[in-house]
């Protein structure tokens, strides 16, 4: 029975290997998103449920929410991502617990919680969802929701994350705030608080992420500023500009235009093997691969019903989550190397316990070999990520009087037809439109 130990353990530890494989095809999901067949992209989701794996609930959910908010199914959009909120709160929540079972085999092993950007996202594509259906008190609450998480989730490292803070979930959070009662000071107060920390991470965005100043979102906050009386905290932005004054805005109609262009960057794995004194040692992490849009630039093209005259406005990078997933990631890398070390100590360990027990000195070396080669075979990267993701979220906000019109995208030479929009005094229309596939 001594000399099955480590044969036993071997097998062991190959079978676990499998963890790492399975998750979506997500080609074939793409297939049906590039021409624009939402009943067939929704039901190879649905029908590839099992492929995603008990460990991969979350994308499941996630990934469900995404492709139905791109199909207009904001409804049952909301429903998937407050499942996937819910879940991503539970996991953390057990974390601890959770963890000690990746120290023996590798991360596969334990259900995938999400990044910290991709946790904040739901909440982002949440708010989105409220506000495409003019709901700005339900898109609130996903807003404010924000703010706790990244507070919870910094809290627990030593080492603070440079993502501590997300710019346009500020900036549309101050946004809603201003569009759900435009005429209520405590309102605009609210919002002139949110617009103000959203100036305060974009600074740190265009320092870490290359991230430039939206000049739309500096109007809205000097707008916001001069109504509340703040305009001399950000009179350095005051100079040369003009904004459409908060009495103004007040009469007017409001259409907010959200552009997702290309797509999330995906985790690939970085590994690096060494001799050891069994036999080889890996040491895996992952890292992402991204893909830049091919499309950046896009222009919002109103037109009043009945008339030829146009008014474009050009949309402006406001979220790169592409930089913002590869930031946050490398943040934690440190993390990563201290528990793929220690999870490397945990399998010799235990692979030179299960050879003593044999008593040939041959056999023992062989066996110690043929451990350690199975050991480097489990010790994969977690590659598991939120693939259906935009890879950077543009914005446009222009103003128009109360009236009837037409709207529409222009995106690097194609025009995409956004429907018609009725507008009263003080109304906000939000509008989404993507080069993601």
């Known amino acids: ?103 023996v085999i590798n991360e596969y092993t334990i259900a995938y919680a999400g990044e910290d950007f991709e946790k904040v996202m739901i909440n982002l594509l949440g708010a989105l969802n409220y506000s495409l259906e003019g709901d700005f008190e339900g898109a609130l609450v996903e807003s404010r929701r924000i703010n706790s998480k ?11 994350n440079v993502y501590s803070e997300d710019a346009f979930a500020r900036y549309l959070s101050g946004m809603l705030y201003e569009v759900d009662a435009p005429r209520d000071l405590q309102n605009l107060d609210s919002a002139y608080i949110d617009y103000y920390k959203a100036y305060k991470a974009y600074n740190t965005y265009a320092e870490h992420y290359g991230t430039p100043l939206p000049r739309v979102f500096v109007e809205d906050l000097l707008r916001i500023a001069e109504a509340t009386d703040r305009l001399d905290e950000v009179s350095a932005l005051a100079s040369g500009r003009q904004w459409v004054k908060h009495s103004e805005a007040a009469r007017m109609g409001r259409i907010v235009l959200v552009y997702f262009a290309g797509k999330a960057p995906v985790k690939v794995e970085d590994a690096y093997i060494t001799p050891g004194p069994n036999g080889p040692i890996k040491l895996a992490f992952p890292k992402y691969r991204v893909s830049p849009p ?118 690097c030479g194609s025009v995409h037809n956004l429907g018609q929009v009725e507008l009263g005094e003080g109304d906000t229309k939000f509008l989404l439109v993507d080069t993601m596939y």
């Open 1 to 103: 029975m001594r000399k099955n130990t480590l044969a036993i353990l071997v097998l062991a530890l190959m079978v676990l290997t499998g963890c790492a494989a399975g998750g979506l095809d997500y080609q074939g999901l793409n297939v049906h998103l590039q021409s624009d067949n939402c009943p067939g992209a929704l039901g190879f989701i649905e029908t590839s449920k099992t492929k995603y794996g008990a460990n991969r609930e979350l994308i499941y959910l996630m990934d469900s929410g995404m492709v139905n908010l791109l199909c207009e199914n904001h409804e049952a959009s909301n429903g998937f991502l407050q499942d996937a909120d819910y879940l991503a709160q539970d996991l953390w929540t057990k974390s601890i617990s959770r963890e000690a079972a990746s120290f």
């Open 150 to 160: 990244l507070t919870e989730y910094n809290s627990k490292y030593e080492d603070k």
């Open 294 to 411: 091919g499309c950046r630039s896009g222009q919002l093209v109103v037109k009043a019903a009945g008339t030829a005259t146009e008014l474009t406005a050009s949309t402006e990078l406001v979220e790169d989550i592409n930089a913002i997933a590869v930031k946050n990631l490398d943040d934690r890398k440190g993390r990563y190397m201290i528990k793929a070390v220690a999870r490397a100590i945990v399998k010799q360990v235990a692979i030179a316990a299960a050879a003593d027990q044999i008593d040939n000195p041959g056999a023992k070396l062989a066996a110690r070999f043929i451990g350690s080669v199975a050991a480097a075979a489990t010790e994969v990267a977690d590659t598991r990520s939120w693939q259906t993701l935009p890879g950077e979220i543009h914005i446009v906000r222009t103003f128009v009087p109360p009236g009837s019109y037409e709207t529409s995208a222009r995106l």
